[in-house]
Nanobody, 121 residues
């Protein structure tokens, strides 16, 4: 049983900062990448940032220069430091772990339950 637990969401004023954390536990064979996605009502879940097991990061254009992702594969932790927050960053943020199925070598995706981030103007 794989479990991802997010923390760190909350209410913040525009221009403020928040740090999200995600801890992964359970039987994960091999982590390829960890990341953060977000979703608002009526919209599809969108990528915010990912980081591969080799440390390569990728960001959505809308958060470049404001958000920083970091991770620790050994501890199975991933973090998202969010600065200069804007009201449009308001969403439920989901932690994601992409790993490899040890039998089929197919891609497996695991998701957390989500944490609400609300940025007031």
């Amino acid at each position: 049983q794989v479990q991802l637990v997010e923390s760190g969401g909350g209410l913040v004023q525009a221009g403020g900062s928040l740090r999200l954390s995600c801890s992964a536990s359970g039987n994960i064979f091999s982590i390829n990448a960890m990341g953060w996605y977000r979703q608002t009502p009526g919209k599809q879940r969108e990528l915010v940032a990912t980081i591969t097991s080799s440390g390569r990061s990728n960001y959505a254009d809308s958060v470049k220069g404001r958000f920083t992702i970091s991770g620790d594969n050994v501890k199975r932790m991933v973090y998202l430091q969010m600065s200069s927050l804007k009201p449009e960053d308001t969403a439920v943020y989901y932690c994601n772990v992409a790993s490899t199925n040890p039998i089929t070598y197919g891609l497996l995706n695991y998701w957390g339950q989500g944490t609400q981030v609300t940025v007031s103007s």
